[in-house]
C-alpha cells in the first residue's frame, strides 16, 4: 500500500505503524463529571466498519508523523491523509 | 524415442542430467520435461491421493502431475514443477510420493481403496473415535498423501529483494506483451517487461506458423534486439509476476541462479517489489482438458503442450498419438506432429461436423470414453456415430479449449465474467490501472494479441500523458478456434478433473448430491483446486461439471477467488535474505568494542546486543562471573553500560504540562536540577512503562524508559503531542543514541567519579540522592550527570556523547581499579535489582497496576493523565495482588520465576492461584535463591510460607513471603 503523506508524497506503508479507529483523538476529560463512562467508550468501543475508514497510521520509519488516513477497508483505496495535529486542533476551534 | 527435427534447443551442445538416480543427455534450451520425453520418460509421478502413475500433463508452469525434487542434500527442493525447470549439465531430479521405486510403489493400494477416500472423506470416514485422528489417522494420511519432503538442512543459498518503479509493467513476453513493449518502449515511458520464461515469445515458441512469411523466431529476434537496444526498457526473464496488490504494487521473483549448475556466492531468487502506475497483463491462456474415464495415464496430455514439445522442443511422448478435441486447436497438434514425422492414428473430434484439416483420420460427433495402460496409455476406446472402436496410440492430445489467465487480473477482488461466444471466464475488474491484453483477454489469436498488446500499452500511456505510436505490426494468423463445448465426457468411470489433488468428476457429482453446491463449498468439500496448481487446469472444467449438475448458467456458478501467489513462491525468497544475523538490524552499544576486548558474553536485548557479564580467567561457570561482579559492586563499585535505556529529550514552554498528562505522578512540579522516578500508564489503567525523568531547565527535560518499550513510549509521547494535546508548546526529540551511559554504582561511586569531573561538588549537600546536572568530565567533555540507582547503592548515571562512551569507560575502570572498579553485564544488573525489589519488565508485563506494584498512591486523582481514569476501575481496584519477596524455607530450595503460588495444602487449580513468581535469581548478597512475585493480599502475609508450584517440572517448593527490599529497605545507602 502506498500512503499519500500530506508533507512527503506517496510514502510505502511498510514505513507506518498502524494504531487504528481515528475516534482516538477525541480523549475525554478525566477530571469532568462522568468521565468513567467517557473512557470506558473511548478504551473499548470502536466502529469498525467494512467500507470508508477514518484510522490513525504513524510514520515511525520516517517524519513521525501522526496521520488520519481515509482508507476504504474493502478496497483499502485510500481517499486522503491530513496530518493529525491539523485534524485534533480544528476538533478544538470546533468545541 | 529419438529427437524430432527442428526445435529450439542447442544440439551442439550435450547436457547430462540424472532421473532417479539414471542419467540422461539434454541440450541447451531443453526443460526437465521436454529431455525427459526425449528419452521416452513418460512416468513422472504418482498422484496426491490415490499414487495413480503420473506423467507429464502440460509445457508450462500450470502443471499439476509432474512434480519432482531437484537437486539433492541441503539444496534439495521439493515439489519443483518440471516442466518449468530449466535444464542445466548436472541437473539432479527425483520423483515424489510413492513408496518403493514410482513404478510400483506400494501406496498404490489407495486406490483400490478409492471408494473410502471420496470427496468429504476428511469429515466422514476418520471421525471416530475422536481421539484416534489426531494420533493415526491424520499422520497415516498426511505420509500417504503429500507431496516430496523437505531437506531438513538449513537452505545454503542466498536471496535478495529489491524495489522497482516504472509507468508500465507488461507482464508476460508473448505476442502481445512483445508489442505492448514495444510501443511504450518506443514512446520513451519507463517500462518493465517480465515473464517466467527463459526465453521471450511465449506461445509463439510453441507454435509453427509464421510472422511476416518467416518463422515467429526471428520476429521476436528482431524485437528482443529492439528491446535491449531501449535504456528505458528492463527485460527481465526467469520472472514471475506472481501478486497483484493494493496501490499497483506488484510482487515478483526472479529466479537468478536455478538454471545454473553451480549457482556459486550470488542470489539464487529476487524478490521484486515492483510499483507501476500503468500494467498491461499478457499472460495468455491454459488449455483446459476434457475429462473422460481413465484420462490420468501416462502418455495422457494437453494437445497444445504436445504441440508445444514437439515444435519448441523436438520431443513428443510417443510414435503414434491420437487427439481428443472439440475445437480446431486439435487439428494444429495434428498437422504439425504429422510434418515433424509423428504418427497421428485419429482425431476424435466432438464435433458433428469436424472435417480432417490433413492427412489423418477423423471422427466426427465423438467421444474418447475409456483407455488402457497400466504405466502408460496404449490404448484409447473412441465411441462415434457408428459405434466404437478401440484406437491404439501411446499418447493422446486433448484439447477443450483455452482459459485466459485471469488470475492477476482477480487478485483485488476481481470476478472473471464468464463470455458466452468465448465460451471462457474473461477479466472482470480489474486492479486499477491494469488493462489485459492478448489471450488473457480472450484475444488469442496471434494477429488479435499482437495489434491488443499494442493498443493497451497506447490507452494505457495516454492516461499517463505519454502518447505512444502503433507499431507497423506483422502479418500473422488470425483464425477462429471453432469450439463446440463439451465439459466432459458422461459415464461411471472415474474421470479426473483436478489431477494433482485427484478430484473426478463422480467427486464434484458426489458433492452435488450432498448440496456442496456453490463453487467454494466445492472446493472446500472436494479440495478440488486446492493443490500447488492451484486447479489451473481443473477449476474451469470442474464449474462447468457443476453447472451442468445443477443446471445454473457457468455465468451463474461463477469461480472461486483469485488470490496470490499466482505459482508458488519459496518462503526463503519472500524472507529476501533476512534471515539469521539479518533478520533486523542489531544495535551495538558504545562501549561493545570495548567489553569485546574484555572477554565480555553478550546476549540479545530487544534489538541490542548487551554485555551479560564478563567472565575471568579460572571462572567455569556464569554464575562465578555474576555473582563476583554483583559483591564486587556493593563492596567497591561497578560499571555498566546501561545506554539502551531509551531516552527521550522534551522541551518547550509546557513541557512540565505535557509530561504531567503522561506521567500518572506529578512532574510540572519537579524542581530544576532534580530527577523524578515516574509511572506511565497505558489508557486502560494498566502499567505502560517506568522510568526517571530529569529536568535540566525551566523547559528542558529529560525521559528515560525501559531498554524494551523506547520504541511505544516515543510513539506514545508523539501520539499525545500530535493527537491530544496538539496546543501544548512542547518539542520531542529521541536521544537514546545519541548519549552513552554509563551507571556507576556502589559505595566506592563518589570517590571514584570524582577522579573524572572537572572540579564539580558530588557532596551529598551539593548533589543528592535524585539529583541532576549539566558539567563535564576528563577535562571539558561536555556530560550530564543523573544520581539515580537501580541497584540500591550509591549510585550515578553519568552520559557524555556516544562516540566517547568506549573511551570512558575504559577510564573508569582505569581509574578505580585501586576502589575495586568492575564492569558488570545485565545478568549482574538483573540480580542488583531483583535484591533491591525493583520492578522491572518481568513485573512490567502490560498485566500489572502501578497498585499490584505497591505504588498505588504515585497515581495522582489531582490531574488527568493517561490511565488516571480507568485505573480506578473496580476490577483494577479489588485486586489485591502485590508485589512481594519471596525466600526458599530450605536455603537450597531454587525459586523459578513463572511458578503459580498457592496456599499450602490448597488445591492446586485456577481459581485457588494466588499469583506467580515474576524474577528470580540466585542472591549472594542473601545467601540463596530469591524471587519477586504477585501475591494476593500479600502486604498482610509477610512471614507465611507458601507453596510455588511449576507443574512443568513437577516441582512445589515451599517460599516465605518477605519485603521485596532483600538489602538496605530503608534507603540508607541511596542517601550516603
Given amino acids: ?95 | 524415442m529419438t529427437r524430432l527435427s527442428g526445435g529450439l534447443i542447442d544440439r551442439s551442445r550435450t547436457l547430462s542430467f540424472t532421473f532417479n538416480g539414471r542419467s540422461y543427455p539434454g541440450h541447451p534450451g531443453d526443460t526437465l520435461v521436454s529431455a525427459l520425453l526425449a528419452n521416452d520418460v513418460r512416468l513422472v509421478g504418482r498422484s496426491f491421493k490415490y499414487h495413480r502413475p503420473r506423467g507429464v500433463f502440460s509445457a508450462g508452469s500450470e502443471e499439476p502431475n509432474a512434480l519432482v525434487t531437484l537437486g539433492s542434500g541441503a539444496r534439495a527442493e521439493p515439489n519443483t514443477r518440471a516442466t518449468v525447470a530449466e535444464l542445466f549439465d548436472g541437473l539432479e531430479a527425483r520423483s515424489q510420493n510413492h513408496a518403493g521405486p514410482l513404478g510400483f510403489d506400494l501406496l498404490a493400494v489407495n486406490d483400490l481403496l478409492s471408494p473410502f477416500l471420496a470427496a468429504g472423506f476428511y469429515y466422514k470416514t476418520f471421525m471416530w473415535p475422536k481421539a484416534f485422528w489426531e494420533k493415526l489417522y491424520e499422520p497415516a494420511i498426511r505420509r500417504a498423501a503429500g507431496l516430496g519432503s523437505l531437506s531438513m538442512q538449513p537452505d545454503p543459498d542466498a536471496y535478495d529483494k529489491g524495489f522497482l518503479h516504472c509507468d508500465l509493467l507488461v507482464i508476460g513476453a508473448g505476442p502481445s506483451g512483445l508489442s505492448a513493449a514495444l510501443t511504450a518502449a518506443r514512446a520513451g515511458a519507463k517500462v518493465i517487461l517480465a515473464d517466467e520464461d527463459f526465453r521471450l515469445g511465449g506461445r509463439l515458441l510453441a507454435e509453427s506458423h509464421t510472422v511476416d512469411d518467416a518463422p515467429a523466431t526471428d520476429w521476436i529476434a528482431g524485437v528482443e534486439a529492439e528491446l535491449a537496444s531501449l535504456p528505458n526498457l528492463r527485460l527481465m526473464r526467469r520472472t514471475t509476476v506472481w501478486g497483484a496488490f493494493d496501490h499497483g504494487i506488484y510482487g515478483a521473483v526472479e529466479r537468478v541462479a536455478d538454471h545454473l549448475p553451480d549457482p556459486g556466492a550470488g542470489v539464487r531468487q529476487t524478490l521484486w517489489r515492483i510499483t507501476a502506475r500503468r500494467v498491461v497483463l499478457a499472460a495468455g491462456a491454459t488449455e483446459r482438458h476434457i475429462p473422460f474415464a481413465n484420462n490420468d495415464r501416462p502418455g495422457i496430455l494437453l494437445a497444445g503442450a504436445m504441440r508445444a514439445y514437439a515444435n519448441r522442443w523436438a520431443a513428443c511422448p510417443a510414435q503414434r498419438v491420437a487427439i481428443f478435441t472439440n475445437n480446431d486447436d486439435g487439428h494444429r497438434t495434428a498437422l504439425d506432429l504429422l510434418g515433424k514425422g509423428v504418427q497421428v492414428a485419429a482425431v476424435v473430434d466432438t464435433r458433428p461436423d469436424a472435417t480432417a484439416l490433413g492427412p489423418y483420420r477423423t471422427y466426427p460427433a465423438a467421444q474418447v470414453t475409456n483407455t488402457w495402460g497400466r504405466r502408460g496409455l496404449t490404448a484409447i476406446r473412441v465411441a462415434h456415430e457408428g459405434g466404437s472402436d478401440w484406437v491404439t496410440c501411446d499418447a493422446l492430445g486433448v484439447s477443450g479449449g483455452w482459459n485466459p489467465n485471469v488470475h492477476l487480473a482477480s487478485h483485488q477482488r476481481g470476478r472473471p465474467v464468464w463470455d458466452a461466444a468465448a465460451q471462457a471466464f474473461l477479466p472482470g475488474a480489474c486492479p486499477p490501472g491494469m488493462i489485459v491484453a492478448g489471450a488473457a483477454a480472450g484475444q488469442g489469436s496471434t494477429h488479435a494479441a499482437l495489434h491488443s498488446g499494442a493498443k493497451a500499452a497506447q490507452t494505457a500511456l495516454a492516461d499517463l500523458g505519454i502518447v505512444a505510436n502503433l507499431p507497423d505490426l506483422p502479418r500473422a494468423e488470425d483464425t477462429p478456434l471453432n469450439l463446440r463445448p463439451l465439459w466432459h465426457v458422461p459415464g461411471k468411470r472415474r474421470a479426473w478433473v483436478d489431477f494433482q489433488n485427484d478430484v473426478t468428476v463422480n467427486d464434484i457429482a458426489l458433492a452435488h448430491r450432498e448440496n456442496m453446491r456453490p463453487v467454494e463449498h466445492l472446493k472446500r468439500w472436494t479440495t478440488l483446486g486446492m493443490a500447488t496448481d492451484q486447479g489451473k487446469t481443473a477449476n474451469v472444467t470442474a464449474i462447468a461439471v457443476m453447472a451442468d449438475l445443477t443446471g445454473q448458467s457457468i455465468a451463474a456458478t461463477g469461480t472461486t477467488i483469485y488470490r496470490p501467489p499466482y505459482t508458488p513462491v519459496s518462503l526463503a525468497v519472500l524472507g529476501g535474505g533476512d534471515t539469521g544475523a539479518q533478520f533486523r538490524p542489531r544495535r551495538l552499544t558504545p562501549t561493545h568494542p570495548w567489553a569485546q576486548a574484555q572477554g565480555a558474553v553478550f546476549v540479545e536485548v530487544g534489538p541490542w546486543m548487551r554485555a551479560q557479564y564478563f567472565p575471568r580467567p579460572g571462572e567455569t561457570h556464569w554464575r562465578q562471573s555474576v555473582d563476583r561482579e554483583v559483591l564486587a559492586t556493593r563492596a567497591g563499585v561497578g560499571l555498566c553500560d546501561v545506554t539502551t535505556l531509551g531516552k527521550v529529550d522534551v522541551q518547550g514552554a509546557d513541557a512540565g504540562v505535557f509530561l504531567d498528562r503522561l506521567y500518572c505522578n506529578p512532574m510540572a512540579s519537579l524542581k530544576v536540577g532534580m530527577v523524578r522516578y515516574g509511572l506511565m500508564l497505558r489508557e486502560d489503567g494498566h502499567v505502560f512503562d517506568d522510568g526517571t525523568c530529569a529536568r535540566l531547565g525551566a523547559e528542558h527535560y529529560v525521559v528515560t524508559t525501559t531498554t524494551a518499550q523506547a520504541g511505544p513510549v516515543f510513539r506514545q509521547m508523539e501520539f499525545a503531542r500530535q493527537c491530544l494535546w496538539p496546543d501544548l508548546d512542547v518539542h520531542l526529540i529521541s536521544t537514546t543514541d545519541a548519549w552513552a551511559q554509563i551507571s556507576v554504582a556502589g559505595p566506592q561511586a563518589r570517590a571514584l567519579l570524582g577522579r573524572v569531573v572537572d572540579g564539580f561538588d558530588l557532596s551529598n549537600a551539593a548533589f543528592p540522592f535524585m539529583a541532576c546536572a549539566n558539567l563535564t568530565v576528563c577535562g571539558g567533555l561536555r556530560a550530564r550527570l543523573f544520581r539515580i540507582s537501580f541497584s540500591g547503592e550509591l549510585a550515578y548515571e553519568l552520559a557524555v556523547p556516544a562516540r566517547y562512551g568506549a573511551a570512558l569507560m575504559a577510564r573508569l575502570v582505569d581509574l578505580g581499579a585501586d576502589l575495586g572498579a568492575t564492569p558488570y553485564g545485565t545478568e549482574a544488573l538483573g540480580v542488583l535489582r531483583i535484591e533491591k525489589g525493583h520492578a522491572a519488565g518481568n513485573e512490567l508485563n502490560g498485566q500489572t497496576t502501578a497498585q499490584m506494584l505497591g505504588l498505588g498512591r504515585m497515581v495522582s486523582a489531582k490531574k488527568d493523565a493517561i490511565g488516571t481514569v480507568m485505573s480506578r476501575r473496580e476490577g483494577l481496584v479489588s485486586d489485591t495482588r502485590i508485589l512481594v519477596g519471596l525466600l526458599p524455607v530450605d536455603a537450597a530450595g531454587p525459586v523459578v520465576a513463572g511458578s503459580h503460588l498457592f496456599a499450602e495444602g490448597a488445591v492446586q487449580q485456577t481459581d485457588t492461584d494466588q499469583g506467580w513468581v515474576t524474577s528470580a535469581c540466585y542472591s549472594p548478597h542473601v545467601g540463596s535463591s530469591i524471587g519477586l512475585g504477585f501475591l494476593a493480599d500479600g502486604a498482610a502475609r509477610m512471614g507465611e510460607v507458601i507453596v510455588a508450584a511449576n507443574p512443568l517440572q513437577r516441582q512445589n517448593v515451599r517460599l516465605r513471603v518477605v519485603s521485596p527490599h532483600f538489602i538496605d529497605p530503608d534507603g540508607g545507602r541511596l542517601r550516603d
Fill in chain 1, 1 to 95: 500500500m502506498l500512503i499519500p503523506h500530506p508533507l512527503l508524497g506517496p510514502r510505502d506503508a511498510v514505513e507506518f505503524t498502524y494504531l487504528g479507529d481515528a475516534s482516538l483523538l477525541a480523549r475525554p476529560d478525566g477530571l469532568a463529571e462522568g468521565a468513567d463512562a467517557a473512557f470506558h467508550d473511548y478504551v473499548y468501543l470502536r466502529d469498525n466498519p467494512a467500507g470508508v475508514h477514518r484510522e490513525l497510521w504513524y510514520h515511525e520509519q520516517g517524519d513521525r508523523s501522526w496521520l488520519v488516513v481515509t482508507r476504504n477497508t474493502v478496497t483499502h483505496e485510500i481517499l486522503g491523509a491530513e496530518l493529525a495535529r491539523d485534524v485534533a486542533l480544528a476538533m478544538r476551534g470546533a468545541k
